[in-house]
């Protein structure tokens, strides 16, 4: 079912073009139609303050479509009350993926190729400026996407804190690099024309067969597209204004399931492509960062194997230089890249040991979801 929405922004806009030095005329200028879609279920504490963040855009999307996923709280009801469209799904076990992929079979035959839509979780707060960013790094016709930069709130303690700092680095990254490797779920914005590429793309045969645009397999849909629009030969960006506020891990036990589906979604979604010139760079990735992650329990080892063979530890000159540069290094760029975080930030990425703590379980995570990866224990989207 479908409540409509009258839309609030016009479909077509005029300016004032000069044909001459002395003449002037208003000529109408189309204006791509953005809608946005909200997956939701069971999200009736939060989708109120998502719509407003909608609505509150520089660029306020023509359409706002709360997707209600097997909801048995008042999320489609909020969202009514709030303005947005509300699409109920038919029952299905797809997930994510099955609800986006039955609002998308409805949603695309009515938009024209110029459109775009954004697609957002439904616990993302988007910033004031995202939908006007996206849209104007879409303007690019070699981008085939852009998305969000994590960017969370303060607070949640400890576990809280080392995640803004994994987050402010990964936003440095992502403007050193001026693009991203991974379009991520919480808020990505498409040009229609592409997203029938990808459909496209599946019916060729040339990506992993699913019913709709997203791969229904996949506990990663967003990670899964994302090779798609790889394999389509676009780039993929995150550009500065995409800033919204997303929920950080708040338990060890949230973040330990986040970072099992991560890691192991990404890892089926790989093996479901296969070895390609697209996926080589993902593969590579995957495997220097399981070998780096080694180089934590490497060094401890080695000592304590050379304590309890010689009985003692014998520390050169050299040795000790060696050591004392590459920490110093080490401590400076982890401040560097959090630096806009604030003091306590700063504070623990210099005193290190915290954050060495955090990647050695980012670590177990890894080799737990390679472990399952492998066994092909049943991939499962467990709910924080």
């Known amino acids: 079912m479908v409540v409509p929405v009258t839309p609030s922004v016009p479909r077509v806009r005029t300016t004032l073009r000069r044909i001459s030095p002395a ?42 479509i709360v997707i209600a996923d097997a909801c048995t709280d008042d999320t489609a009801g909020i969202a009514a009350k709030c303005g947005a469209e509300v699409f109920t799904t038919k029952p299905h076990k797809a997930l994510k993926a099955g609800a986006l992929n039955q609002t998308m079979a409805w949603l695309l035959p009515e938009l024209s190729d110029d459109d775009q839509v954004v697609v957002q979780d439904a616990d993302t707060t988007l910033n004031p400026a995202f939908i006007a960013s996206a849209s104007a ?5 070699s981008v085939g996407g852009a998305c969000a930069r994590y960017n969370s709130p303060r607070g949640f303690g400890l576990l809280g804190l080392l995640q803004r700092n994994e987050f402010a680095r990964c936003r440095r990254s992502i403007s050193r690099k001026g693009s991203t490797f991974i379009l991520v779920g919480m808020a990505a914005q498409f040009r229609v024309s592409t997203l029938r590429e990808v459909l496209k793309l599946r019916a060729d045969g040339k ?37 919204p506020l997303t929920d950080v891990m708040t338990t060890v036990k949230d973040l330990w399931h986040q970072r099992i589906r991560w890691y192991r979604g990404s890892m089926d979604d790989l093996k479901r492509f296969g070895w390609t010139r697209t996926t080589t760079p993902y593969i590579g990735r995957i495997s220097f960062w399981g070998l780096s992650s080694l180089s934590l329990i490497a060094y401890p080892v080695y000592m304590m194997y050379a304590l309890a063979k010689y009985g003692h530890l014998t520390w050169s000159p050299l040795f000790v230089y060696m050591t004392c540069t590459f920490l110093s290094v080490m401590i400076l760029d982890r401040c560097t890249g959090c630096r806009k975080q604030g003091p ?3 504070l623990f990425a210099a005193l290190l040991f915290p954050e060495l703590t955090y990647e050695l379980f980012q670590s177990v995570v890894f080799w737990a979801s390679l472990y399952k990866h492998l066994r092909k224990h049943k991939a499962e989207w467990i709910s924080n």
Do not use: M, W
Request: proline letters at 11%; glycine letters at 6%; one cysteine or more.
């Open 23 to 64: 003449v002037s005329v208003v000529v109408p200028v189309p204006v791509p139609l953005i809608v946005a879609l909200l997956p939701a279920h069971n999200e009736a504490a939060g989708i109120a303050a998502s719509i407003k963040a909608l609505f509150g855009q520089t660029r306020v999307p023509d359409r706002i």
């Open 137 to 141: 790094a879409l303007k690019e016709h």
């Open 207 to 243: 990506a992993p067969p699913s019913p709709g645009l997203y791969n229904e397999s996949s506990i990663t849909e967003d990670y899964e597209l994302t090779i798609c629009l790889r394999t389509l030969g676009y780039h993929l960006v995150a550009p500065p204004g995409c800033d």
């Open 344 to 346: 306590l930030s700063i």
